[in-house]
């Protein structure tokens, strides 16, 4: 019978590349990994490593394995999802990843209801873009991820990820109300000449701003990058850029500028991802519960502004 404990070290050293890696994630020191992995080629009688300089690669028996070890830690998850189903109280802790608009607008009031619904449920959060909050859901150091999709700019689905659909969000163009930039036209196609503010060239929301603006027929002039939604909406308000921004920032934010509809109407897509063997954990589920009420309280409030 094969350790499962060394058929998932196996798996993180797959999904993280080094020893050096999976020992900084699993708190063990390298060596400790190493032999851990020897005990494993001695059980399954086949070589599942070869030396690569100074690193270690998997061999194709090796990759064969992993496989079937995403299989078993999945059904593992699963029977560990439906024994906090059977009991009466949802505990334990939860380890979410998002990205800063869907903190700002959502996470706040879903925290304030899970408190008061599930006080002995810990919920611990950090902040990741999507493409590296993926890879620590399947890694295994979160297990809640909430994502966005641009227009024309698709994701791949990841194999063993369960996504839920949270809300489709409005895309538009921020302008100023004051200063020399309040005389711009709302028209897109007008603004080759405007200053600009946007997240880093890499990322989702930059990708989709800058394909936007080509497509109205000019580069941007992008003067400022920050991945920060309020102080993308600061430099908008106060008069030094204009920027394509989400309609979920304004649940929390009243800016004193102008939000312009752009053509076609576009939406981001909002979305959580869980490990197809933790979806039905009572934890995972209270905490998507959690964010549809917050964004419908969200939305709401939005609506009598």
Do not use: K, N
Not at 198 to 227: H, K, N, Q, Y
């Amino acid at each position: 019978m094969l350790d499962v404990h060394r058929l998932r070290l196996l798996r993180e050293l797959h999904r993280r590349g080094t020893l050096a890696a999976v020992a900084r994630a699993l708190s063990y020191s390298p060596s400790a990994v190493s032999q851990q992995l020897s005990l494993l080629e001695h059980e399954t009688g086949v070589r599942l490593l070869e030396r690569v300089g100074r690193g270690v690669r998997l061999t194709a028996p090796a990759r064969v394995l992993v496989g079937h070890a995403d299989a078993v830690i999945e059904r593992l998850e699963r029977a560990e999802a439906d024994l906090a189903a059977s009991l009466s109280e949802v505990t334990g802790t939860v380890r979410v990843a998002s990205f800063q608009t869907v903190l700002l607008a959502l996470v706040p009031a879903a925290l304030t209801r899970l408190a008061a619904e599930h006080p002995a449920l810990r919920v611990e959060i950090t902040q990741l873009e999507p493409e590296e909050a993926f890879a620590a859901l399947l890694a295994h150091d979160v297990d809640l991820v909430l994502g966005e999709e641009y227009p024309g700019l698709p994701r791949v689905l990841e194999d063993g990820v369960d996504e839920e659909d949270l809300a489709h969000d409005g895309l538009r163009l921020a302008l100023p109300r004051h200063g020399p930039l309040a005389r711009l036209p709302e028209d897109l196609a007008a603004l080759a000449g405007a200053p600009w503010v946007m997240d880093p060239p890499a990322s989702l929301p930059a990708r989709w701003a800058v394909a936007r603006c080509r497509a109205a027929g000019f580069e941007p002039d992008v003067r400022i990058e920050t991945p920060d939604p309020l102080l993308q909406s600061h430099l908008v308000e106060t008069g030094h850029a204009v920027a394509l921004l989400p309609d979920l920032l304004w649940t929390q934010l009243h800016p004193d500028l102008r939000l312009v509809a752009l053509p076609g109407d576009p939406v981001r897509r909002l979305y959580t991802g869980a490990r197809r063997g933790t979806a039905g954990h009572p934890a995972v589920r209270a905490l998507r519960s959690a964010l549809r009420d917050a964004l419908e309280r969200a939305r709401t409030g939005l609506s009598r502004a």
